[in-house]
């Protein structure tokens, strides 16, 4: 069970954070994409927190449209 922690995706994915996220730092978050599949994005949200799909849902399910429309 442990070693599904430590695998790396094998396709690209979308990393959203909340640029006032108080949970994880976004410093923490940035240095995630290294860490990602190829082609892999990042953004971090200005003036959003932890609860990106709840706090601003148009931004995030219209980040998510255009990501999987690439």
Known sequence: MRDTFNKVPDMPVLYL???NDG???PAVAEATLQFLATGSEMEILPGLGHFLHLED??????LIGEFLGR
């Open 17 to 19: 954070h909340g640029e």
């Open 23 to 25: 949970c994880i730092n």
């Open 57 to 62: 849902s148009d931004t995030v399910h219209h």
